[in-house]
Every structure is written in C-alpha cells, then in structure tokens.
C-alpha cells in the first residue's frame, strides 16, 4: 500500500504525444536540476501555475524496520524536472528557489523521443530499475511486442538480460528485463 497516492508527474498529460511541440518558437525544452529532494515541490509549483513539465516518478518498495512493506513514488532521474517553459515559466521556476541550475534542451527532437520511451515504460507497469551510470554494451532495437522499435544498450545484471534507454543529457536512463529473442543488434 503506497504512504501517499503517486502525485502528478506530466503537465499536460498529452504534453510528450503532441509533435507539434516541436516547432513552438515560444516555448523551450528546460532540464531544470533540482535543489536535493526538490523534484517534486518544483512540479507542484508548476502544476498550480499550468505550466508544462515532466518529472517521472517510478514506484520503490521498501520494507519498514517494523517488517511492514510500503510503496513511495521516487523521481526516475534524481533531481532533474523537465521544463516546457516560455520566459516568463522560466523565471518563475527559478524563483522557486528549487532549481540549482537550468539547461536549455539544443536537441528537442530526440531528447523528445527519449522522453516518450521512458514514458511509455513507466506507463505499462512493469517493474523497472533506475540506472545510474552508462554501462557498456551493445546497441540493439526491439524487434517485436508492445516495444518494437525502441532503440536502446543491452545490458547484463544479476545474471539477467536488461534494455537499457539512457538519456546522455542527464546521464541517467532505465532499464527493463527482457528476452534476448526480442532483440536484434543494431
């Protein structure tokens, strides 16, 4: 049983399906990194000012001292929310005195894809885990399934083969378990 109902992670929540973001000359993609364990005081300020963003929360389980097991929703990229922001949103966040640094996103489009995949993963369930640092491996895409065409790094851990999307940008990505079947090396 989670403590607390996951909050809002996406403002709009068709803000990563829409391509025409893209070509929007008054907003820009913002990587804003947080003030530690301030991701998610940023986004409800954001939220409460309709101003888009994205920080994706993953759900952990723990187990208390007392035995007891709970569920918290962490963010995926430790201290890093992804701004959609005009001018104005930009200097409004940064009042917040939440953002330590804010960099402007140069390659939107696929900084944009990275951010669907991630999306889609965290959408569907299943069980991922954080990865921290870029892990050497090959290039592959996912042949078929629910996934075909993601391009990512396999990985190894625990004996298991993982799929790695990584965001350069934030030097943090995610992984999922999957068969090797699915895989074909790129």
Request: net charge positive; aromatic share 10%; proline share 6%.
């Amino acid at each position: 049983m989670p403590i607390l109902k996951k909050e809002i992670d996406i403002f709009p929540n068709n803000l990563l399906d829409n391509e025409a973001l893209l070509g929007d000359i008054v907003r820009t993609w913002y990587a804003a990194y947080t003030v530690s364990r301030q991701e998610k005081k940023l986004m409800r300020s954001l939220l409460e000012w309709n101003s888009p963003f994205y920080g994706p929360l993953m759900p952990q389980r723990r187990r208390a001292p007392t035995g007891r097991i709970y569920t918290s929703f962490a963010p995926v990229f430790t201290s890093y929310v992804f701004l959609f922001s005009t001018e104005d949103e930009r200097v409004k966040a940064l009042k917040t005195n939440c953002i330590t640094q804010l960099h402007p996103i140069e390659a939107a489009a696929p900084f944009l894809i990275d951010l669907q995949r991630i999306h889609g993963l965290l959408s569907t369930g299943i069980s991922l885990t954080r990865e921290a640092k870029m892990v050497v491996g090959s290039p592959a895409r996912i042949r078929s399934g629910p996934f075909a065409g993601y391009e990512g790094t396999v990985i190894r851990r625990q004996g298991k083969t993982r799929f790695l999307i990584w965001i350069e940008f934030v030097g943090q990505g995610v992984s999922v378990e999957i068969d090797e079947g699915l895989l074909v090396s790129l």
